[in-house]
């Protein structure tokens, strides 16, 4: 079955009592049992719902994955990947990353007593001299949150295996539709339902796929006694906005394209962040392991200030200044500020992510009143 119909079909059946096509939505914290000690399916909404059951069946279907496990947000199921360490264990992280992601690891893992090494991923050996004893995991988005770097991860896969290292990657930007990185060789795919997945701006949710079946067993334990589980109304909207996500992921990268075109083009404009340019560092590989670029688009301006930026967020009229991704509306956002605003200035500017930095969520609008708008926020 290929993705387009796995999108619509995979993992999903009609409702057996009623022969609804669409899931149902089980509102339920409990369920009735048979006698005492009987055998169910079905104990207690926490630990098991139907309507989340089908989401993770049809989630790893379409990431080729045997496991999945959904958790009330992308930040919820990044902490439950971290939950797998030890005190004392060493986790390689690319430097380029969601500040969220960034914030979690420095403010709250740390604390534990796991270390962590932030290095620039774009050359797969650059890892190498940090790989000793204690190290259990590497962390790696591809592309990345907002600098649209890109990752060998087929790669760095290899030197994983090789040293037995939990390879994890933040799949958001991607989506299953664009890149499946559990075929090029990671151990733990993540997302942020939130963004590309559910795709109105209508859901907060995260989940955690993979292959290993101990792994799998840890996350299910760690979701139910944690306990960070989305309800089923999310459930039910992510399920309907996945039927979509194919059609909805082409209209993406078709604007995203055309906008990062025209910006590269503008007298006002000094960077444009895109992995389509065929000048964007490991734009080769982008074309080996992602279908097409994605609907993101970062860029700088001449006049690198904040207050610059600011204005270009204040003039725009189509795109909404606001924080996510992902949805089918297009969104505009400062990083500096906002989704990096907990990442020391000096450490964003070493990774590019300067003042002027603006960010774009490019939807599924009509792309010349995208470009219109573009031009005259820019002035």
């Not at 914290?29 to 719902?49: D, F, H, I, M």
């Not at 083009?265 to 964007?280: C, E, I, L, M, R």
């Amino acid at each position: 079955m290929k993705i387009n119909t796995k999108l619509i079909h995979a993992g999903l059946h009609a409702d057996p009592s009623t022969g609804a096509i669409m899931t149902p939505i089980y509102q339920t914290s409990s369920y009735a049992q048979k006698a005492l000690g009987a055998e169910a399916k079905y104990y207690y909404g926490r630990t098991q719902n139907p309507t989340r059951d089908a989401l993770q069946q049809n989630l790893a279907a379409i990431e080729n994955a045997q496991h999945c496990y959904c958790f009330s947000s992308g930040m919820a199921a990044i902490d439950t990947v971290m939950r797998l360490l030890n005190p004392e264990d060493e986790v390689l992280v690319n430097n380029d990353l969601y500040g969220g992601t960034y914030r979690i690891l420095k403010n709250v893992f740390l604390r534990y007593g796991i270390k962590f090494h932030f290095i620039d991923m774009r050359e797969p050996a650059n890892i190498l001299p940090f790989i000793n004893k204690n190290t259990k995991m590497l962390w790696l988005e591809s592309p990345t949150n907002p600098m649209l770097n890109i990752m060998d991860i087929e790669a760095i896969g290899k030197i994983t295996k090789a040293h037995n290292i939990f390879f994890c990657i933040d799949n958001t930007f991607a989506s299953p539709y664009l890149q499946q990185p559990l075929d090029l060789g990671a151990t733990i795919v993540v997302h942020s339902i939130t963004k590309y997945l559910g795709g109105h701006s209508d859901v907060v949710m995260g989940a955690v796929l993979c292959n290993n079946d101990e792994l799998a067993e840890q996350m299910r334990f760690l979701q139910g006694a944690v306990g960070a589980i989305p309800g089923p109304q999310d459930c039910f909207l992510t399920l309907r906005g996945i039927k979509t996500l194919h059609v909805r992921m082409e209209r993406h990268c078709e604007n995203a394209a055309a906008v990062a075109q025209f910006l590269r083009q503008h007298n006002k404009v000094a960077k444009v962040y895109w992995p389509g340019f065929k000048d964007h560092p490991n734009h080769a590989i982008a074309v080996r392991q992602m279908s097409d670029f994605g609907g993101m688009v970062s860029f700088t301006l001449k006049e690198d200030t904040v207050e610059a930026a600011a204005k270009v967020l204040a003039r725009v009229k189509i795109f909404t200044l606001a924080e996510s991704l992902g949805g089918v509306e297009s969104l505009i956002g400062h990083p500096p500020t906002t989704t990096h605003f907990s990442v020391p200035r000096a450490e964003r500017i070493k990774v590019g992510i300067v003042d002027s930095m603006i960010r774009l969520s490019v939807g599924i609008e009509d792309i010349d009143d995208l470009l219109e708008d573009l031009e005259y926020a820019l002035g």
